[in-house]
């Protein structure tokens, strides 16, 4: 029913940045929260980012506060993720998840994410 596609991860050098786009389809208007999530090899699947359906309220994990912001264009049905001063350990896949209920879920494929020293 939500289709999501993730877009603009790729290779960095360390203290650099990128923006991780993520384009919603389908039921669009069933989603109440939207967030990124990040799974580095080996290493569970771990949450980065949320933002509600509104804007108005964010969740950021504590290891990427104060260098990643998370938002969304509603217009566009589009969330981002801007990552600033990015480190060697932000290296992973990063998923775009869309949370219809608390039990209904959509995931994207996924994008790769390099952080090189």
């Known amino acids: 029913q939500v289709q999501l596609v993730e877009s603009g991860g790729g290779l960095v050098q360390a203290g650099g940045s990128l923006r991780l786009s993520c384009a919603a389809s389908g039921s669009i208007f069933s989603i109440n929260v939207m967030g990124w999530y990040r799974q580095a090899p080996g290493k569970q699947r771990e949450l980065v980012a949320t933002?509600?359906?509104?804007?108005?309220?964010?969740d950021y994990a504590d290891s990427v506060k104060g260098r990643f912001t998370i938002s969304r264009d509603n217009a566009k049905n589009t969330v981002y993720l801007q990552m600033n001063s990015l480190k060697p350990e932000d290296t992973a896949v990063y998923y775009c998840?869309?949370?219809?209920?608390?039990?209904?879920?959509?995931w994207g494929r996924g994008t790769q994410v390099t952080v090189s020293s």
């Open positions: 933002i509600t359906s509104s804007g108005g309220s964010t």
């Open positions: 998840k869309a949370s219809i209920t608390l039990v209904t879920h959509y």
